[in-house]
């Protein structure tokens, strides 16, 4: 290969046409996912201290954010709940008439097309904040939140989710869901697993937006140490070989050689989760003045592409949107 002078990479780059023409991974509306926080109540729009621009609502007006999703061209939201109520096994997350379930029928009412997505957790849900059922030494018993797993799986379904994302990183839940809804019927439900989750700090302000901190303890039982990339690569071929359609990476900024490996790996769809923690230092430092939201929002969000994401959940989606359109 012939070397400067000959081959001046700068050519390339003199004029923003020449640079779009040959830029590798481009940034589209329809790469967004939008997350939603819907709670009880009535008259609901309240928003997460910790995550500036985003807002819990109420079932009732939960149609607000999705009109402005859609008119926007994004084509696909995840609904995580806050319940009405608790208990130590955190049955009301396969409550039909608990906020994600309602909010999922009225979604699917108004907008056929558009893709509902249900995040498949238990910490929202019980008393002690956990992603499951605890046993006596209070540690997550697997196989018992695999049996509470199935039913919320199949309540999610019959109101109307497209996608599930089961995301307590339960060993085997891919399996057992998968099973559970093609007997019900739901064969053409979609699993989009939650197959690399961290235990991970930047989860900080969704805890708060949500109520689902632990009472006491961790998650490191479940959720994958920061430091392995070679376990989640085990951790999504296994979901892989249990019917996973969609692989999601979380959190996304400090894991993108875990996405990279996976894109490289696999070639299969691939999701990262742009978290609530990475969101709000992004907020906090351009509120400060320190940096250009605008421009490092867009910048991270083709990074994303460009380390193999086909898909990306973050709550920057309407701004992102919005910037893409020139609004
Ligand atoms: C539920 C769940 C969490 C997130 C998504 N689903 C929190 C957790 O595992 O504690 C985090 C999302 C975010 O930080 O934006 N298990
Ligand atoms: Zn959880």
Known sequence: MAGFPIYRPRRLRATENLRSMIREVDLSVKDLIYPLFVGPGEKVKAEIGSLPGTYQWSVDRIMEPVDQVVQLGITAVILFGIPSYKDEEGSSAWDD???????????????????????????????????????????????????????????????????????????????????????EGFEKTAIMAYSAKFASAYYGPFRDAAGSAPGKGNRNGYQMDPCNGNEAMREIQLDIEEGADIIIIKPAMSYLDICWRAHKKFNRPLCVYNVSGEYAMIKAASQNGWIDE????????????????KMIITYFALEVARWLQGK
């Open 294 to 309: 605008k421009k490092i929002v867009l910048e991270t969000m083709c990074c994303f592409k460009r380390a193999g994401a």
């Open 97 to 183: 008439e608990q906020p994600v379930q309602m909010a999922a029928k009225m979604i699917k009412k108004k907008y056929p097309e558009l893709v509902v997505i249900t995040d498949a957790c238990f910490c929202e849900y019980t008393t002690h904040g956990h992603c499951g059922v605890l046993d006596a030494d209070g540690n997550v018993d697997n196989d018992e939140t695999l049996e509470n797993l199935k039913k919320l799986a199949v309540s999610q379904a019959r109101c109307g989710a497209d996608i599930i994302a089961p995301s307590n990183m339960m060993d085997g839940y891919v399996q057992v869901m998968r099973k559970a809804l093609d007997e």
